[in-house]
């Protein structure tokens, strides 16, 4: 497009700018975006938001009952607001999409750099590890590792966190291999930087933007792993008012108070699509190939 | 062409109506829709009830329980016992033979029970008949056992469902681990095939002894774990009969016309049971502060939908010389007081477990957590697979490093009689590993009322001796009891006889397909 040929008349434009420019022109990745960020003042301000205790207020004369104005997601099997529940379950998956991302985005970052920027043995070993892990389908690599470190939303958040290693690592380790070819890192080096400050000054700030865009799209899958394994009761333990595990004790009901399912269900439906949708924005704003097409 | 086209539907529609159609004389063939996979045909090899109950089909014991679990000779005839209460002189029913055309006589009832007692077999029910000393054939017709020392429920024994007639020309010719895949027996129906884990399938025996039995000519025995396909097998009629019906799904089935709902009372009895060895379950007031704590009424309705009743004592009603004692009642400001005064006025944290992890048990566990909040006590659920239980509760060497807490299990006695409801659970020796014991309960009295019931043969002597035991137990509180759950079956209108029972287990002498 000619607005990238940069006019004299125009004010210097920063990445950030650049970058609202080309996001705010995609409708579906915006609105997306301002669902997410609903959800995260959701879970933030849960606490108050909710009209019961998530989990030690019941009501037994009340179980099962459908959405009303008192209770406007129903009542669950064991009289608990669902309302209530899926709120409060906004804070946890949330969490554990953050938390299991964040993590496995820091290690794999730090490895693709190293992997990267060394080559040789220590390229080799990462890569061949990562291999290894890729070659396990996500949610059964997940199943493994749970069963390895026990139940519980921790375990579950360092199994999603480790199945998220390996791509970060392989993504970053790409990046890096193209950037440290560069002539200004080149001239860094023959300048005597130490290979710590061509890592982190000049070579890990080219990688962010990949990073960034990878991090948004797998928030979606680690919400939705955490929840399968909550499901299958790996993860959650009652009565925590996780998605996944509130899902899995609807099943039961399902027939009789199909809105014990349908809640939990869209809940992690519209929160995952949402962050792939934003996701799909940011990298259509973030990578500068896109623009060149 | 639209209207040739509805022709042609019609058309269709009727030889479709017409393929449905049942002739006056089709034979019957029923289809029996259950829970779980069949571990075995062989009873004696079999922990679950569900494996017993199906081999019913093709097996029958010396004695056994009618469908309101009272016993009754099958097999035997009658029987005596010596004053001493060791020598048992069982008569057996006269021209009765095995579906492989051999006589059932007192020699099979030899190979069989020194088949069971024999240890090198392995069989899991070895434990219920290594009471028995030595089987003799007196005659074709009369066979003698002796105990090794008395014991009072043999005959409760014998009438468990693993206890049955196996023909010994078969197990001649397949072995003892081979008879499992070639079951021949003298029951009702002979067996056809097991396609595991999808069905099994058992046709009418000829040569029945029982005239005119069975009346259908086919039960097909599937397995369908999903609850709600098991359900919808009932509504499209695929199935005549399923058991059990989950809780949750009683209203839809009960609402669809040409299906029965049935709720049958059981012997199977939900409790709590606390490890008294522990802090702070040794102190009694705390584990009478538990039970009270727990509103069993709202228990009945939030998990088991309506389809069972507070709990009346540590026995369940149908077991023979239970004692009514409760139900404990449900106080809370009491519950509290006790607390307080056990020096646990902000109450405490500890482990609750459950000895199940499907949907109902998970229903209890966190119903259990609300209730037990109420009065400050905080629990972390733990929802323990087949495994797990086996290995944290179960088989758990050392009773002072056990790390069960609060554990929610249930028990079934399937002989029908207070013994096997007291001993394996409550009796001193019973701890786990050996039986279970979970709540590490020990009460000098009441094990020597257990051990004087067993060696009795009084029966006004044993009643007063259970009696005793039972009071003591409730009064000890090593459980919060629960409930008495219902059994839930549901069958097609046109399906009669099938039965199931306070145990479980079915009893289906007189099934009928109208």
Redesign the interface.
């Known amino acids: 497009m000619s607005a990238t040929s940069a006019g004299s008349h125009e004010r210097m434009r920063t990445p950030w700018s650049e970058f609202w420019r080309k996001f705010r022109r995609q409708k579906i990745a915006l609105v997306a975006g301002a669902f997410v960020l609903l959800l995260v003042v959701v879970a933030i301000a849960a606490p108050w938001i909710v009209p019961y205790d998530a989990e030690t207020y019941f009501d037994y004369d009340a179980l099962n009952a459908a959405p009303s104005l008192a209770h406007l997601f129903g009542v669950d099997s064991l009289g608990r607001d669902i309302f209530s529940r899926i709120v409060m379950g906004a804070r946890i998956s949330l969490a554990a999409g953050f938390l299991s991302v964040a993590a496995g985005s820091i290690v794999g970052t730090i490895l693709g750099l190293v992997a990267g920027y060394y080559e040789g043995w220590s390229d080799r070993i990462i890569m061949r590890i990562c291999d290894v892990l890729f070659a396990f389908p996500g949610i059964l690599l997940a199943i493994g590792i749970v069963a390895i470190l026990g139940g519980g939303m921790a375990n579950v958040i360092a199994a999603v966190a480790i199945f998220s290693i390996p791509t970060f690592a392989r993504l970053v380790r790409g990046n890096t291999l193209a950037l440290k070819h560069l002539t200004y890192v080149e001239a860094a080096k023959s300048l005597g930087a130490s290979d710590r400050t061509i890592i982190l000054r000049h070579i890990f700030p080219g990688t962010i933007s990949a990073v960034v865009v990878y991090f948004s799209l797998r928030i979606g899958t680690s919400i939705i792993t955490a929840a399968s394994l909550s499901f299958l009761g790996m993860g959650a333990q009652p009565p925590m008012p996780e998605w996944g595990a509130m899902l899995d004790a609807a099943r039961s009901d399902m027939l009789v108070a199909p809105h014990e399912a349908i809640f939990p269900a869209l809940a992690i439906f519209l929160t995952v699509l949402a962050f792939n949708l934003l996701g799909d924005g940011l990298r259509d704003a973030l990578d500068p190939k896109i623009e060149r097409l | 062409m639209t209207k040739a086209f509805l022709h042609s539907f019609a058309a269709f529609a009727l030889a479709l109506l017409a393929l449905g159609a049942t002739p006056a004389h089709a034979s019957k063939d029923v289809v029996f829709a259950v829970a779980s996979t069949f571990t075995t045909t062989d009873p004696y090899d079999a922990n679950d009830t569900l494996s017993q109950a199906m081999a019913k089909s093709f097996y029958e014991g010396l004695f056994g329980f009618d469908k309101d679990m009272k016993l009754i000779p099958v097999l035997a005839d009658s029987y005596t016992v010596s004053k001493d209460g060791l020598v048992y002189t069982i008569k057996l029913k006269k021209g009765i033979k095995f579906q492989d055309g051999t006589d059932f006589d007192a020699e099979a009832v030899k190979v069989n029970f020194d088949r069971v007692t024999n240890p090198e077999n392995h069989l899991k029910r070895y434990g219920l008949y290594s009471i028995i000393a030595k089987t003799e054939a007196v005659d074709a017709h009369t066979a003698r056992v002796t105990l090794k020392e008395p014991f009072s429920a043999f005959i409760n024994d014998l009438a468990h469902p693993s206890g049955v007639m196996i023909s010994p020309a078969a197990l001649q010719k397949w072995g003892s681990k081979g008879i499992a895949f070639h079951p021949v027996g003298t029951g009702p129906f002979r067996f056809v095939e097991w396609k595991q884990p999808d069905y099994l399938k058992v046709a009418k025996f000829d040569g029945y002894w029982r005239k005119a039995y069975p009346k259908v000519d086919s039960i097909t025995w599937r397995s369908v774990v999903d609850?709600?396909s098991r359900?919808a097998l009932m509504q499209t009629g695929e199935a005549q009969f399923t058991f059990p019906v989950?809780y949750?799904?009683a209203?839809?089935l009960k609402a669809k016309p040409g299906l029965e709902l049935v709720a049958a009372p059981s012997i199977v009895l939900r409790y709590l049971s606390m490890n008294t060895l522990q802090k702070p379950f040794d102190n009694p007031k705390v584990r009478e502060a538990i039970a009270y704590a727990i509103n069993k009424q709202?228990l009945a309705?939030?998990a088991f939908n309506g389809y069972a009743a507070p709990a009346d004592g540590v026995v369940p009603d149908a077991v023979e010389y239970s004692v009514k004692l409760g139900p404990w009642p449900y106080d809370v400001a009491k519950a509290k007081k006790l607390l307080a005064e056990a020096g646990y006025p902000n109450g405490f944290e500890t482990e609750l477990w459950s000895a199940y992890?499907y949907?109902?048990a998970?229903?209890v566990?966190?119903?259990l957590?609300?209730q037990l909040?109420q009065v400050g006590i905080r629990t972390?659920?733990?929802?323990l697979e087949a495994g797990q239980r086996v290995e944290k509760v179960e088989s758990w060497q050392d009773p002072k490093t056990a790390p069960v807490r609060l554990y929610y299990v249930g028990w079934s006695s399937s002989t029908g009689e207070a013994d096997w409801a007291l001993r394996p659970l409550l009796y001193g020796d019973s701890w786990p590993p050996k039986l279970f014991n979970t709540a590490y309960y020990r009460n000098a009295q009441v094990d020597a009322d257990i051990k004087g019931a067993l060696a009795t043969t009084d029966k006004l002597q044993k009643a007063k001796l259970y009696r005793d035991a039972q009071e003591r137990i409730w009064k000890d509180a090593p459980w919060a009891p629960l409930v008495t759950e219902k059994l839930l079956s549901a069958h097609s209108r046109n399906l009669s006889g099938v039965y199931v029972m306070p145990d479980a287990s079915f009893n289906f002498t007189d099934i009928d397909l109208k």
């Open positions: 609850n709600n359900a989950p949750e799904l209203g839809v709202a309705k939030v992890n949907s109902t998970q229903k566990s966190e119903f957590q609300q909040q972390k659920i733990t929802l």
